[in-house]
């Protein structure tokens, strides 16, 4: 497939029964503001949807090219959660068993009882950092996570979800360098237990060997521009990240930036933020969801820990309403699931991860569909950035 959405060059490959998905692609340049991005659906075992277009830079001069990466911010947590569920799978814990008897220190402040399952549903009460963060901070593995361990909840763990942003990602990473034989943080776990095996290029922790020209410069925004756009945003979230004291702006705002784009600066792409700095080819996301969607061992997690990653939601005792975002959301091991408000997939066995920006990628079990999409120009959602709901909603249209 060779279009142009008026200037702007757009490629890739879609099979006959998904044109209307590339059809979607060129509409998003031409009415919704794309700027650069990329698409990919794997459909029972088969790419079907392999598109890029637009310009990899802020000045619109680079093409996006074939192996373009680009930072899909949240949307990382998904493929930790691949991590998470491989160590699963191989043995290295079970998903209820309590956090801190892998980790002894994390049961200071009444939280000896917070269970790994519990953890992966934003229940724990974890959701800030104790302090603004630098990305000398987060290379500094063993100061992060003794400062992690002791932090208090903000709410009873268990009873209530909210999102922990950044710091799921690093508590993630410590149960997987405290279990895993060889010590491992969970972007070398990733790297090497999946990356690796299935010629995946997606990074937790960009390798210095990665040329710049790869990656794809973000198009952020600050908080002026936030300002202008507060109508794309949930208004009980806004007012709560207007309040430099709230918890949702200490579990969001938590990093020495002016703007979210800059986690893409070489500074910060080099450390491991597994809750939101991944980097990697949008194809290789959607592949690996297509994976975990069908009934391959690929990834090398086995049919009853995909099966867990597949069953509904529980719902805490306290309700769905998240108490950072402020909105109804399901989690589980890990992902965001499927509720009213935000339908993906076609039941409730499908299970992803939204990112900052638009980005999303997921994985329905039954239709046996991967899917993946990633923008660099920055929309302002919580999820269903209108860029990647239409590409989302051709998807299924074409499945009939």
């Not at 002894?104 to 724990?124: C, W, Y």
């Not at 922990?164 to 410590?174: D, I, N, V």
């Not at 960009?206 to 949930?234: H, M």
């Not at 939204?354 to 329905?364: L, T, V």
Request: charged share 25%; proline share 8%.
């Amino acid at each position: 497939m060779t279009r142009d959405a008026g200037a702007i060059p757009v490629r890739g490959t879609v099979a006959p029964e998904f044109e209307a998905v590339g059809d979607v692609f060129v509409e998003n340049f031409a009415e919704r503001g794309e700027r650069g991005a990329a698409c990919a659906v794997y459909y029972q075992g088969e790419k079907v949807v392999d598109l890029w277009g637009g310009y990899r830079d802020r000045e619109r001069t680079e093409p996006w090219e074939a192996d373009t990466m680009v930072l899909v911010f949240s949307a990382t947590k998904g493929m930790a959660a691949m991590a998470v569920a491989h160590a699963r799978s191989a043995g290295l814990f079970d998903y209820d068993d309590r956090v801190a008897r892998y980790w002894p220190a994390f049961g200071a402040h009444g939280k000896s009882d917070v269970t790994i399952r519990e953890l992966l549903a934003h229940r724990a009460g974890l959701p800030a950092p104790p302090h603004e963060l630098s990305a000398a901070d987060v290379a500094a593995t063993e100061t992060l996570a003794d400062s992690l361990a002791e932090l208090e909840p903000e709410w009873s763990p268990g009873q209530e979800h909210g999102y922990h942003a950044f710091t799921l990602g690093w508590y993630e990473s410590e149960l997987i360098r405290r279990t895993d034989p060889r010590g491992r943080t969970l972007g070398e776990y990733f790297e090497e237990e999946i990356a690796e095996p299935n010629g995946l290029e997606f990074y937790i922790g960009v390798p210095t060997g990665v040329p710049d020209e790869r990656i794809a410069e973000i198009d952020g925004f600050g908080p002026l521009k936030l300002l202008f756009e507060a109508r794309e945003i949930p208004w009980q979230f806004y007012r709560a990240l207007l309040n430099p004291r709230s918890l949702s702006r200490r579990s969001l705002d938590c990093f020495d930036l002016d703007s979210p784009g800059n986690l893409a600066s070489p500074e910060y792409r080099r450390v491991e933020i597994p809750g939101g700095n991944g980097i990697g080819r949008v194809r290789d996301i959607a592949r690996a969801y297509g994976e975990l969607a069908t009934d391959s061992s690929g990834l090398g997690i086995g049919r009853n820990t995909r099966d867990e990653l597949a069953a509904p939601a529980a719902e805490p005792p306290a309700g769905p309403r998240d108490v950072i975002l402020k909105v109804d959301a399901a989690y589980w091991l890990g992902y965001s699931k499927p509720l009213p408000g935000f339908q993906f997939g076609t039941g409730p066995s499908a299970f992803g991860a939204p990112g900052a920006g638009g980005s999303f990628a997921f994985a329905d079990p039954d239709a046996e569909l991967g899917f993946a999409y990633a923008p660099n120009r920055m929309g302002f959602r919580i999820r269903d950035d209108p860029r990647e709901r239409a590409l989302r909603e051709a998807v299924y249209d074409c499945l009939g």
